[in-house]
């Protein structure tokens, strides 16, 4: 029998040759593959392994856009070479990869909610290494040119309204979250192109039930 762990380097292997942002997903060889990883994920998914936590990262997220794309939950994400977009970024990102502004496309709309600035504005006041980072990425978000950004804010009533389906936020994580998918939400209506980059899984488990197209940064690199 095959160890899990081997198993589940062999499972990441086939989710990064074969993602999930591509056209025509999913095809046969890829519902093959998510029952795999369903299995994996049923057996050993649940065991507290940090040391693994990426890996079993990949996997859920190809799960789950792909049980999600089946039942047309979340429309099929065009190639990003060839189309530009309204990205939402939330602040997870950032702290990835604090230089992602120069990975967008040249026509590329970064959309940072007020609510996402205001979290790297209170982190860049820390005296640690956390808030130098901070301090870089908004650095990073002032030179990048002023007609490529749209910063917007968005109020409490305007989020119930777009997201009846969810009750006022219970706490700092809920406000940031729901905030973060109005505005996505928002573009959507007005018929704008717009996604959402967020390595929060929780977070793109709402967006898909929002009918809100959601990528995680190894998403967004694959199809970049």
């Not at 046969?28 to 050993?44: F, G, P, R, S």
């Not at 794309?69 to 309204?86: D, I, M």
């Not at 905030?179 to 996604?195: D, F, N």
């Amino acid at each position: 029998m095959m160890d899990q762990y081997v198993l589940l380097k062999k499972l990441v292997r086939q989710c990064l040759k074969k993602p999930p942002v591509q056209k025509n997903f999913p095809k046969e060889e890829n519902k093959h593959l998510a029952v795999q990883i369903k299995n994996w994920l049923e057996l050993y998914g649940n065991n507290d392994d940090s040391k693994n936590r990426n890996e079993i990262q990949i996997l859920r997220d190809f799960l789950l856009f792909h049980e999600t794309a089946t039942h047309g939950a979340v429309p099929v994400l065009k190639n990003r070479q060839e189309t530009s977009f309204y990205l939402v970024i939330d602040t997870n990102i950032f702290f990835h990869n604090e230089e992602i502004l120069n990975r967008l496309n040249n026509n590329d709309i970064c959309v940072l909610p007020q609510i996402v600035l205001d979290e790297l504005s209170n982190r860049a006041k820390d005296k640690n290494a956390g808030g130098k980072k901070s301090q870089r990425i908004l650095s990073h978000i002032r030179q990048f040119p002023a007609n490529r950004i749209l910063q917007t804010r968005i109020n409490r009533s305007e989020v119930r309204q777009l997201l009846p389906k969810f009750n006022v936020a219970t706490n700092s994580n809920d406000e940031c979250d729901l905030q973060i998918l109005a505005v996505t939400k928002r573009l959507l209506l007005e018929k704008k192109p717009a996604q959402l980059l967020s390595n929060d899984f929780e977070l793109r488990q709402k967006a898909a039930g929002l009918n809100i197209p959601a990528l995680s940064l190894q998403e967004f690199f694959v199809g970049h």
